[in-house]
């Protein structure tokens, strides 16, 4: 027993000394510039081990203590680097080392192709997500930033692009259409989008032109793969507008892992900017789990969960809005009584088998299933006044009022009741030979929607219910009533094939993809062919060029909104909306100061028809339920990104835009007294905002790349508007342009290399500070239109959020 102790303390004490006689280099790569260069190589002279740089430049080494080291360094593009120091044991080094350009005279360039750039599908990189500054979601913020797109409501997910509506664009995620609730009116109601941002692989989006294998909308699509981890992490974000926990892992031999993200929002600060003031008591939450086993080599099997629950309640108080001109100041009051309690609860399942014989084909079948059960319900009574202000600056009573131009009072009513279920069953599939590269897919889909709409506006006018009549008329008239029960239960069959063929021809690469979908819709016996096309071409030049054109006949089969007619029943004759897209783009890279950047233009032209024409309210979208519009959209698109400071990418967009329509039984009296009448003709649509400019910058503080600055500008030309319950040709007037700036600041305070033991743990924690709406820009989003007795009718502008700041922190162990 005596000898096992001895042994044991000569291990130990062998083992201590060799423990101590080791040392560890903490070190910082950068470049001439002070910016830090990513993924340098540092291996030890005459050793067959070493590290790598992170995004910040630093490495972590290990090293024998008490003797004289070389150590190599080297990167891709810069001069090789040797230095030789003398370590000591259980002491940090701590290294600054400067990479030299490398210069080098070669007689031929080649860039590797990004696997998307022949077609319309534009590659975003998921590392924007965390980094740009906003109130909507990440995912979000990003889409609404590429060309074509435009927006002008911050607290809302949805985005239109090139002229569509937010109900023309799809959204997948691992192969999975994704759907949102139907009865959302408002953007303080959404809550947060389907993706979790934090589970992101990949991030392809496209704005028009995309290829067959993608479903039947008319306007983008944004394709959304989750990663499979490879070890555990966990992550904690943590701010004033809520939290987020993401946990992942996999099993030692890597066949199961699981993907687990929570997300927790509330927007009662932000909301608390708004002009109508109360008691706003939002709760949004959400869980998405993917879970991934390899039955075999060849076979994988994954379930991908997601429970969403969204609730909102608003006691509002008072509202004091004053707008006009200089010289016609007015101001609008308004005292409520009331609530508005929303829910909407979300439900998604889908489980997928992928089987790979080999490396030419893949296969997939999929099932699966959405369910969302929806309720709105509020009575909210308002007590207003709408007054004429003294502007005049040389006045005693500036600032007081002149008179009442009206007073009166409205009450809202909602009790709105929808439940819907989707369920979708696909199979599909992949075969690579040679040059070629073909898809096919098909997938049978059923909807069940139960809807009972019940809503009404009564409007009170100095004692008289509007619309009024006449003197002698004792009918009390609703203001606006919408109230039906509907059913709709359909079959769709949906099928796909494309192949896409490389090929070239005297050193001048061609690209072709081409496809045809094919859709029934049983309910309108509806059957649809659609076929797609993409032509590019990459000249031999010296300069990194590439041309294509796209076109396709893009249908949208209509889902329940569509179906709706003002008078709440559904429309059975109804056809799918059809627009044919015309594309020609040119895409660049290109070097500036030394640094890589791409540009992307594109010019397109739509033509529309079938349409169904709509009102937008707020986020709301409400159909007239048929067929009377045809249309068109064309405009032209620009991006530019790229180092616009080293080491960090930034972009600009820029876009111009027109779309106009033409409904076909609309008319207008030219004279009151007179039965003359004539057609309005073309008329701009409701998404029409001619002009879009957006723009992500981030820079490094300068000398300390641990602090990170971001900003995200955009604006948006207005969008038309009219009065409600009107035709739609008196949309003349425009909401004033949407513009706002949001600016972000990180600091990392600790990383995984910490001499500390309790924070040995942690790979990285992360410090942020937000200022939304820096400029505390008032930005218009509809208007409240209040009618006197005399019919005569003001709008009010509802105004979004005011400037706003969080406060954020990132841990990640």
Known sequence: MQNRVILLLLVCLFSNVGKS?????????????????????????????????????????????????????????????????????????????????????????????????????????????????????????????????????????????????????????????????????????????????????????????????????????????????????????????????????????????????????????????????????????????????????????????????????????????????????????????????????????????????????????????????????????????????????????????????????????????????????????????????????????????????????????????????????????LFYVRRFTNQLNTLRLSSYAQDTWQFSIDSVQIYLTAGVRLHYLQYTDDRLFSPRATFAVRPSWNRDWLFRISSGVYYQPAFYKEFVTHSGTLNKNLKSQKSIHYVAGADYNFRLWNRPFKMVIESYYKDLKNLIPYSVDNVKIIYDGLNHSKGYAYGADLKVSGEFVKGVDSWISLSYLKTFEDIIDDQYINNINSTNSGSPGYIPRPTDQRFLFSMFFQDYWPGNPTIKVHLNTVFNTGLPVGPPNSPRYLATHRLPSYSRVDMGISKEMLRSSSDKKVLRYFESVWIGFEVFNVFDIENVISYSWITDIRNRQFGIPNTLTGRLFNLKINIVI
């Open 21 to 477: 006689q080791k040392a560890t280099i903490l070190g910082k790569i950068l470049d001439t510039d002070k910016y830090p260069v990513e993924f340098a190589t540092v291996v030890i002279d005459g050793q067959n081990y070493g590290t790598t740089s992170d995004a910040l430049g630093r490495f972590e080494l290990e090293v024998p203590a008490n003797t004289d080291i070389t150590l190599i360094v080297s990167c891709v593009g810069y001069e090789r680097k040797t230095l030789t120091i003398h370590t000591e044991e259980r002491k940090q080094h701590r290294l600054e080392i400067i990479l030299r350009p490398e210069v080098k005279n070669i007689d031929e360039v080649r860039v590797v192709d990004e696997p998307t750039r022949h077609t319309t599908t534009q590659y975003l990189n998921p590392k924007f997500l965390k980094q740009m500054p906003g109130i909507s979601d990440p995912i979000s913020l990003v889409v609404k930033s590429q060309p074509g797109v435009a927006t002008n409501n911050e607290l809302s997910n949805q985005y239109s692009v090139r002229g569509g509506n937010y109900d023309e664009n799809l959204i997948y995620v691992n192969g999975i259409e994704i759907y949102k609730p139907f009865l959302v009116r408002s953007g303080q109601q959404e809550g947060m989008s389907f993706i979790n941002s934090d589970m992101i692989r990949s991030i392809s989006f496209s704005s028009g032109g995309f290829d067959a294998k993608y479903g039947d909308k008319m306007s983008s699509v944004l394709d959304v793969e989750y990663r499979r981890p490879s070890k555990f992490q966990s992550k904690l974000d943590l701010g004033l507008l809520g939290g987020a926990l993401l946990v992942e892992g996999a099993t030692d031999n890597s066949r199961f892992s699981h993907l687990t993200g929570i997300r927790y929002k509330q927007t009662k600060n932000i909301l608390g900017t708004l002009d109508t003031k109360g008691d706003y008591q939002p709760s949004f939450f959400d869980f998405q789990s993917l879970l991934t086993y390899d039955i075999s080599e060849n076979l994988e099997l994954s379930f991908l969960a997601y429970v969403a629950d969204n609730k909102f309640l608003f006691k509002p108080t008072v509202r004091e809005t004053t707008f006009g001109l200089v010289n016609n100041v007015m101001r609008f009051k308004v005292y409520f009584e009331g609530q508005e309690l929303d829910r909407f609860s979300t439900y998604q399942g889908s489980t997928a088998l992928k089987f790979t014989p080999n490396e030419q084909n893949q296969f997939w079948v999929s099932l699966s299933s959405f369910y969302s059960s929806e309720k709105e319900t509020y009575d909210i009574l308002g007590e207003y006044w709408l007054n004429q202000i003294d502007a005049n600056l040389g006045s005693s009573t500036l600032g007081d009022s002149l008179g009442s131009l009206a007073v009166g009072s409205y009450l809202d009513h909602a009790r709105n009741y929808l439940n819907a279920w989707v369920s979708t069953l696909s199979i599909s599939g992949q075969h690579k030979s040679g040059k070629h590269h073909l898809r096919w897919g098909a997938s049978l889909k059923t909807d069940r929607i139960n809807d009972e709409t019940n809503e009404w506006k009564m409007l009170d006018s100095a004692g008289y219910s509007v619309p009024y009549y006449s003197l002698y008329d004792s009918t009390v008239n």
